[in-house]
């Protein structure tokens, strides 16, 4: 039934942005899910982080499209 395992190419983008993901998650201690409940809360610290996300999904699809 399972005769074929998924091939993971893992990359130097795959280890920078797991890195990246990693960091802003243990200094903000938040993860993407429980940032957007801590931002309907009124946290100004999900705020910060929220932002921060969604800048840097932003600045990944400018650089992508570069």
Sequence with gaps: MFDTLPTVKIDCKLVAGSLLFGTGWGIAGFCPGPALVG?????????VFVIAMLSGMVL???????
């Design 39 to 47: 931002l309907g809360m009124g946290l100004p610290k999900a705020l």
């Design 60 to 66: 990944f699809e400018i650089i992508e499209h570069w």
